[in-house]
């Protein structure tokens, strides 16, 4: 009976010990690809929310509409966007709501060795005006 002592087949550390670490790469700078997704969705978020609570006040005090003061809701998302030190944009949707688009790239670790040195995601938000709570207190 011939005693094995836990050798190493060429096998096992030619191809699948490097696969192992392929795999390893993939799993880390994917979750590095989400956690920019989520960070660029977050910051449009809140870009958008900083935006729309600009409420243009001779409209309102005019007819009693409650419109976005659009001149000044894009100053707030380039201001707030400028304070995180990504680059977007913003439009008004209607009179009512911001849209921001954000972009955040996130340098790759492991990726890099292959030539993929960056992980760039866009992440979109809209924020509304909601004037006040409507509809009969009880």
């Not at 100053?75 to 949707?93: I, M, N, Q």
Request: hydrophobic content about 50%; proline content about 4%; charged content about 20%.
């Amino acid at each position: 009976m011939k005693c094995d002592r836990g050798s190493v087949t060429v096998f096992t550390a030619a191809v699948v010990g490097p696969l192992m670490l392929l795999l390893a790469a993939f799993a880390w700078d994917g979750t590095a690809k989400l956690r920019a997704g989520r960070e660029a969705f977050n910051i449009a978020e809140e870009a958008a929310r900083a935006g729309a609570g600009y409420v243009d006040r001779r409209t309102a005090y005019a007819d009693g509409r409650y419109v976005v003061d659009q001149a000044a809701a894009l100053r707030a998302v380039r201001s707030y966007l400028a304070a995180t030190g990504y680059p977007g944009s913003a439009s008004p949707v209607g009179t009512q709501a911001i849209q921001v688009r954000v972009q955040v790239t996130k340098p790759t670790l492991f990726l890099a060795l292959i030539g993929v040195n960056d992980i760039a995601v866009t992440g979109t938000a809209t924020a509304r005006l909601v004037p006040g709570v409507e509809g009969e207190l009880r």
